[in-house]
C-alpha cells in the first residue's frame, strides 16, 4: 500500500522513525558514538573550533563550488531547543548565519510565540552548510555528505528537544522519506532525543493556511519539553 516508510541507505545505521508495532525495541546508540567511515569518525570526535574549521574548508559534496560560504549554525551551544532548518539560502550565504532571510524573520516570530529567542537556550541550523544554488532542496547525497557536521553538532549540544522545519530537515534527521503533514503532531526519536516536525517557515510564507498547523506544532513542542523539564526537575 505504500504506507510503509522508505529506508535510504547512509553510513550509518538507519533508526526507524516509529518502530514497527510489535518489533523488539532497538536500542539507539548514544548520541557520541561514532559510526561509519574514517570521516564521520573525525568528525564526530571533533570540538567546535575544529568544526567550524572543517565546515569552512569542506569540499566533500558539489554544494562547496558554488557557495560563498559555509554556514555552520548560530546559537546557544548549550541549547535546550535544536531548530534544523534545510540549508542556507542567498542571504545566509552572504552573512554566514542561517535563518537571516524572510523566512528567518518567520521563524524569530515564531519562536518568539513561545517564548523563545534566537541564541537563549536556542540553536539554530540546517541540514546543509551550504546554499544549493537556485534555491533548490539539497539532494540525497548533499545531505548525507553534511549529516556527520550536524550530528557532532547535536552531540556537543545535547539539545533536550530537536524541531526539524520541513521535509529535508526531517527525513535527514529520521533517516527515512516523510511528508510533513502525516509526520508532524507526533513524537518522534533522534538517537534518544524527542524531535517533532512542523512546516518549514518558508513553505509558510506560500502557504498561509498552515501557519495554524504550524502554532500547533509549536504548542505541542513547548508542552514536551514543559513535561521533560518537569520530570527532569
Ligand atoms: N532556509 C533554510 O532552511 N535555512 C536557512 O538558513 C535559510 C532559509
Known amino acids: 500500500m505504500g504506507l510503509a516508510p522508505l529506508w535510504r541507505l547512509r553510513d550509518r545505521p538507519a533508526l526507524p522513525a516509529a518502530a514497527p508495532a510489535e518489533a523488539e525495541p532497538v536500542p539507539a546508540p548514544p548520541v557520541d558514538t561514532p559510526t561509519g567511515n574514517e570521516r564521520t569518525r573525525r568528525i564526530a570526535a ?13 569540499r566533500d559534496c558539489r554544494l562547496c563550488e558554488r557557495r560563498k560560504q559555509a554556514v555552520l549554525g548560530v546559537g546557544d551551544v ?16 552572504e552573512k554566514g548565519e542561517p535563518f537571516v532571510g524572510q523566512a528567518g524573520k518567520l521563524l524569530d516570530a515564531m519562536l518568539a510565540a513561545i517564548d523563545l529567542r534566537r541564541g537563549r537556550k536556542v540553536y539554530i541550523d540546517n541540514a546543509v552548510k551550504c546554499r544549493p544554488p537556485n534555491n533548490r532542496a ?47 503532531g507526533r513524537l518522534h526519536d533522534y538517537r534518544g532525543i524527542p524531535l517533532i516536525v512542523t512546516y518549514h517557515p518558508a513553505y509558510l510564507l506560500r502557504n498561509l493556511a498552515d501557519k495554524a498547523k504550524a502554532w500547533e506544532d509549536l504548542c505541542f513542542a513547548r508542552r514536551t519539553l514543559k513535561e521533560l523539564n518537569d520530570v527532569g526537575g
Not at 138 to 158: H, K, M, N, S, V
Not at 168 to 183: D, Q, Y
Request: hydrophobic share 40%.
Open 46 to 58: 571533533m570540538g567546535w573550533d575544529e568544526l567550524r574549521a572543517a565546515v569552512a574548508e569542506c
Open 78 to 93: 548549550e541549547a535546550d531547543w535544536l531548530f534544523v532548518g534545510e540549508g542556507p539560502g542567498v542571504e545566509e550565504d
Open 138 to 184: 539539497p539532494e540525497p547525497d548533499e545531505t548525507a555528505a553534511c549529516f556527520p557536521y550536524l550530528q557532532r553538532q547535536i552531540g556537543l549540544i545535547r539539545p533536550k528537544l530537536i524541531v526539524a522545519l520541513g521535509r529535508p530537515a526531517a527525513e535527514t534527521l529520521l533517516n527515512c522519506e516523510i511528508k510533513v503533514g502525516a509526520s508532524r
